[in-house]
Structure formats: C-alpha cells, structure tokens
C-alpha cells in the first residue's frame, strides 16, 4: 500500500465519482479505477459500492476513510518537520561567549535570530575562552564567540566585528583628563587584566604592552569583564579593555581610547567544519546581520 493509494481513495471517498475524483487528482479515469481496485485487493474488501448511477462507501470503506485521512496528515506533517530540519528552520542551536560579547551587537544578533526563527530552540551559555575551544571541539556547542581564537584544523573562524582597546582608569588618574593616551604611557601603572591561563586575548594583550616598551605590573587577574571596573575603581590599577566595555563605566571610573597602533580586540565567529543545517542558516543570518550593523557604526 501507498500513500498515492490512499490519496486517490479520500479523492474518490470525497466525490463518489470517479469521473469527479479523476478530475481532482488530475489524472485519468482509468488509471483511478485500477488503484482503487489494487487498494481493495489489498486489504481483502470492497471499499465502493458501483453501480450505473452511483458510487457509495461500504461499512469498511467509511472505517478506512479515517485512518487514510489519518494517515496522509501524519505523513504530510512528518515531511513539513523534516523539510524545516533540513532547510535549518526549527532544531537546537548553541552558543558560547563570554559575559562581555553581549555588550557588543550579539544580544541583538541572538534576539533578532530568535524573533525569525521562533522553531529554533536557542541556548546562549557563558564560558571561558579555552572552555569554549572544548565545548567546539565534543560538539556541546554549535558557534562561539571569541577574540583571537587560536587555530585549530577542525574549526573555522571569521571576523564578526572589529573593536578597538582602550584603557579603565581611576576619574583621578593622572592621565583621566586626556583624550587618548598611548600604551606606553601606562608602563608605571599597575594592571588588572583577564585570566591570563584562559584567555588568549589577555596574552596579546600583554604582549601589546611588550611591543610598548614594558612588561606590565599585574596586580588582579579576572575572569569577565565586569569585573575590571571594580577593581580599578578600588585601586588595583588601570585594565586594558575593548571599546564596548566601556558600556560598564562609573563615577569612579573613566574609559579613555588608546593612541593608533592600539592593540585590536576583533571577535571572531568559530564553528566546526562540518555544520548543522541550523547552524548554517544561522552563519548566514549572522553575516547579513553584522554587515548591517557595521554600517550603521
């Protein structure tokens, strides 16, 4: 049995004439009246009454009509879901980043992402860098979120955004008052920075302060952050930070640029070679996105 099968025999259930059913499938009489009679020879009964005048359902022929119905719209349903599956249109996409990435345009990437693709079930997990690189490579999530990312062969990265350092500085330090300030100006300060064991940003960070002329004096070493603003305004030091953190200033605290060639805090987009359905249409969501965004900067 087929689902042609059970089609042209709700078509013909529904007409109670083959010349109307045919009609309706757009076929031929002919060819209807032998699958009805193959259907019936099938499942060992007449499903029709035919006489010169008219077409009529026996008991068991008004009995099938429920479950063929049945039938058909559990099949139709099955091929929408995996139809949707396989275009990315519904499924499971995971992302990883850290706390700070949403002070840039992720949180709105997410939410747009989320608003056209409602069948999506969408996890945003905040990691450590080096927990993300792990979480990609076993799979435990579909995309991250990093700045400098180190290579990997299994991974693939693209620039997302570009982002500029600047520096966290106490509102009475002595270069507060100042526009910009060159890295190397910083060399006498103290330091808070980002965990340097899992941060590969926080090391070329440190190596930007090398290239300057100093090593810098690391009094704090945190994990995100928001955590910068804190200790800088209870006077562990200055932080080197991306220009969107400056979105975390206060009254104790002000956020100066760095003088060109400043260090750069670029986000790349990583994902593993081999890709979901999902995880493709989301990469190409997130490029037309981004590119939009870039614009209006």
């Not at 910068?228 to 200033?249: I, K, N």
Request: charge should be neutral; proline fraction near 6%.
């Amino acid at each position: 049995m087929e689902l042609r099968h059970l089609r042209y025999f709700i078509a013909l259930a529904e007409e109670l004439s083959f010349t109307a059913a045919a009609q309706k499938l757009h076929i031929s009489q002919p060819p209807l009246s032998q699958q009805i009679r193959d259907l019936e020879h099938e499942l060992g009964t007449l499903l029709f009454l035919r006489t010169s005048r008219k077409v009529v359902l026996t008991e068991a022929g008004t009995a099938f009509l429920a479950h063929a119905r049945s039938i058909i719209a559990s099949a139709e349903l099955a091929a929408t879901q995996v139809r949707a599956i396989g275009q990315g249109m519904t499924g499971a996409l995971n992302v990883a980043a850290t706390g700070s990435m949403l002070l840039g345009p992720l949180a709105a990437l997410m939410a747009d992402y989320q608003r056209r693709f409602p069948a999506v079930v969408v996890g945003l997990q905040e990691m450590a860098p080096d927990a993300q690189l792990n979480a990609l490579l076993t799979r435990a999530v579909d995309v991250s979120f990093l700045r400098l990312p180190p290579a990997d062969a299994e991974l693939m990265r693209e620039t997302a955004w570009r982002e500029p350092v600047g520096v966290f500085l106490p509102a009475g330090h002595r270069l507060a008052g100042r526009g910009a300030i060159a890295l190397s100006e910083l060399s006498d300060d103290d330091h808070v920075f980002l965990r340097l064991r899992d941060s590969t940003f926080a090391d070329y960070l440190r190596k930007c302060c090398i290239e300057a002329g100093f090593m810098p004096r690391i009094t704090q070493q945190v994990i995100e952050a928001y955590s910068l603003t804190s200790l800088v305004a209870a006077g562990f030091g200055v932080a080197l930070a991306p220009r969107s953190a400056s979105a975390l200033s206060r009254p104790e605290v002000v956020y100066r640029d760095l003088m060109p060639p400043a260090p750069a805090a670029d986000v790349s987009m990583v994902y593993p070679r081999d890709q979901s359905p999902v995880l493709t249409r989301f990469l190409s969501f997130a490029r037309r996105f981004l590119a939009e965004w870039r614009a209006k900067q």
